[in-house]
């Protein structure tokens, strides 16, 4: 039962598109799956950015795929341009056990926390975006592959969209600087996943049959987001 609605909410958001918008619903777990592409992508804030926008920003940290994701969006709150809206989401491994029938898709769900950022908070974290190379351009040809440990940042400042991204295995990490805020408030519950070192072998299906997955993918960064998906099945 529970893998026909699954398939049944999937075939209806592939009748109407895989792009992530703002009446996406990504808390759905199905939706998610759909349009997780265009989400780290960030092509819904790219379509919206433009001079006068109120700056907005999503983070994603890729814990190695199927064991953790992490999403953080950070949205300059209007009419009051000093602070910003702070939405905290995050998923471990899938436990069937949580299967329940008041929620079919709960293990699949984020564990979510919203709070407000103040106009310091604010500042402060565009200092620490900065300072971790966001807006100078992003890294061409870098691979994000959902079995490695990294972060993607999608956003709009000042009217003008960037995209940048961080691989723990290719020593991006030492020149990450916002990690620690943005996890300093989080509110999800779940612990951080720390990266650990993600050997060639890991990334194919080498391993031993119960380690085997059907989640395995590499994106890689092309122009100011994600130009192509390399292997997904």
Known sequence: MLRVLVKVTL????????????????????????????????????????EGAPDRFRLVYNGQYEKQIRSYEITQASPNPGGAYFIARAMGQTNLAEVSLDDLLAPWRWQK???????????????LLTQSGWG?????????HSRDFYWV???????????????????????????EFLLARDKTG??????????????????????????????????????????AF
């Open 190 to 231: 779940v612990a951080f996943r720390q990266p650990v070192q993600v050997l060639p072998r890991d990334r194919t299906e080498q391993g031993r049959p119960r380690d085997r997955s059907a989640t395995i993918f590499a994106l890689t960064v092309s122009g100011e987001g994600i130009g192509g998906l390399l292997n």
């Open 113 to 127: 926390s919203e709070s407000q950022l103040s106009g310091a908070e604010l500042d402060q974290f565009r200092d």
């Open 136 to 144: 100078s351009g992003a890294p061409q040809g870098k691979i994000l």
């Open 11 to 50: 075939m209806a958001y592939l009748v109407m598109g895989c792009a992530y918008h703002p009446r996406t619903d990504v808390d759905n777990p199905a939706v998610r799956k759909v349009a997780w592409f265009s989400y780290l992508d960030g092509n819904d804030i790219r379509e919206r950015c433009y």
């Open 153 to 179: 940042a999608a956003g709009c400042r000042n009217g003008q969209f960037h995209f940048d991204a961080w691989v723990h295995a290719q020593g991006d990490f030492p020149e990450i600087k916002f990690q």
